[in-house]
């Protein structure tokens, strides 16, 4: 796609911004891609789920913006999502493959995750305020600030809130927002080009660094030791640091004591899964924003009772639900919510008959079969070499496998304490990290405590 027509569709987004709600533009609009610009036309493809609905309602949002950029006689078509469309980039955001001066502020943040937006709830009222405070005071209230949760909560909302209060309010401090995955692909592609001093300029002449999805830096040695370094130059500046996980700290099997010292020498806070009247004001607002006509708020409540644990899931079974609405003309009520997550979940109900959700027993008599050993010398106190690492193994399987506590598992293999159990877990992660045979051997274990063929 050439530059000025990956311009020029910046600048109609841009119109459509101004025109339309931010939620109504982040639900439905956000997913559009421009697949060409041929005079005044601008032909942009849309997914199905949104299509019907965005011709239906937006048509004339949608050309107004490209009268703003193009002139009177401009219009936009809108088509399927089968053309590969480019890359997108944000509004004012430099090309990607630029990069920006060390200490610039990148266009990493998302402007709509802000702390107005967030819905509070009892499950994320603590992790609200104690990101709040380190946004308000950087260095000064929690530092680092580890926010942990199961997908779908919020963290990655709190982690970009704090970032654009502190470039709103910081008085110029400067901030930079990444993924884990995104630091590591920059560490070896910095170790590779030779431009280790600039990598660390990057991310240690910052005020604030938030780190999202950090459990993914576990079992990567050489960047593990570089975030630890990177941790501790910041920490010596007073700089802020900001993490998100799907776990807490003290349950990272891989990784090294002194980095886990570090994550827990601030405030941990937990997010829960969103209680039914989270769900509820979630739903609300969403409904609110894009003024969708409700024929009742049943509909909602099916929903919301439905989808339980993830806020993405959430709005999106509300986009579904409402797409189905502009394709059948249906009433928007509490019946056809429950036919389109029936539909939804029959595919995931076919799935859950093929793999089943392992169990401790599961685990050891696989364990036992695989390596020849008897169940009462897998549970025994021996350490012997014979026993003792698949007992590392099976005590790592029952932790990424069954979401039993530490404690629990425990109590599974011979009533053994949570820290034997996380030392276990943290010896065979190492291995399966170094030994390829090792890592062979834990996933043909994988595969058989999910095969229910078994039973």
């Known amino acids: 796609m050439p530059a000025d027509a990956a311009e020029t ?23 559009l891609e421009l697949t060409g610009i041929s005079g005044n036309v601008v032909t942009v493809a849309a997914p199905d789920a949104v299509r019907s609905w965005v011709a239906d309602r937006f048509t004339d949002d949608l050309d107004a913006a490209a009268r703003a950029v193009l002139g009177a006689d401009a219009r936009v078509e809108l088509g399927g999502g089968d053309t590969p469309a480019p890359a997108r980039r944000g509004r004012g955001a ?22 107005e937006q967030f819905i509070l709830g009892d499950g994320n009222r603590f992790a609200h305020a104690a990101a709040l405070a380190v946004a308000e005071l950087p260095a000064q209230a929690y530092n680092p600030l580890f926010l942990y949760g199961p997908p779908g909560v919020g963290k990655t909302h709190l982690l970009h809130a704090i970032g654009n209060y502190v470039q709103l309010y910081g008085d110029g401090a400067t901030v930079r927002c990444t993924t884990a995955e995104a630091f590591t692909n920059a560490f070896l592609g910095a170790i590779h080009g030779g ?28 960047t593990e030791e570089e975030f630890f370094h990177t941790f501790n130059a910041l920490r010596d500046a007073g700089a802020q640091v900001v993490l998100t ?12 004591e002194r980095l886990l010292e570090r994550f827990e020498s601030g405030l941990v806070a937990d997010m829960a899964p969103p209680d039914f009247a989270t769900r509820m004001t979630v739903l ?3 409904v609110q924003l894009d003024g969708v006509e409700l024929q009742d708020e049943a509909a909602l409540r099916v929903i919301a009772e439905r989808i339980t644990t993830n806020m993405r899931a959430l709005e999106g079974a509300l986009i579904r639900v409402v797409a189905y ?3 059948t003309d249906k009433p928007l009520d509490a ?20 793999r089943t959700q392992p169990t401790v ?27 003792a690492w698949p007992r590392q193994v099976a005590m790592y399987l029952a932790r990424e496998h069954t979401g039993q506590s530490l404690p629990a598992i425990g109590r599974s293999f011979g009533g053994r304490n949570h820290t034997t159990v996380l030392h276990a877990c943290k010896r065979a992660a190492q291995r399966v990290a170094a030994d390829p045979e090792a890592s062979e051997t834990v996933r043909t274990l994988a595969e058989r405590i999910h095969d229910d063929r078994r039973d």
């Open 325 to 327: 609405q502009s394709l």
């Open 361 to 387: 027993d599961r685990i050891v008599a696989a364990t036992c079969e695989l390596f020849g050993v008897t169940r009462e010398d897998l549970l025994s106190d021996s350490r012997a070499a014979r026993v």
């Open 284 to 286: 609300r607002k969403r």
């Open 195 to 222: 431009n280790v001093d600039h990598f660390k300029a990057r991310f240690r002449g910052v005020d604030v660094l938030l780190i999202d999805d950090v459990q993914f830096l576990e079992s990567k040695a050489r």
């Open 9 to 31: 569709w910046n600048r109609i987004q841009s119109a459509l911004r101004r025109q339309v709600s931010d939620g109504t533009y982040e639900l439905w609009l956000s997913q």
């Open 245 to 256: 996980s799907d776990r807490m700290p003290r349950d990272f099997a891989a990784f090294e």
């Open 335 to 354: 019946q056809l919510a429950e036919d389109v997550l029936d539909r939804l979940s029959a595919p995931a109900r076919r799935r859950a008959g093929q």
């Open 94 to 115: 430099a090309p990607v493959s630029a990069e920006p001066p060390p200490g610039s502020v990148r266009e990493e943040l998302n402007p709509k995750f802000t702390f």
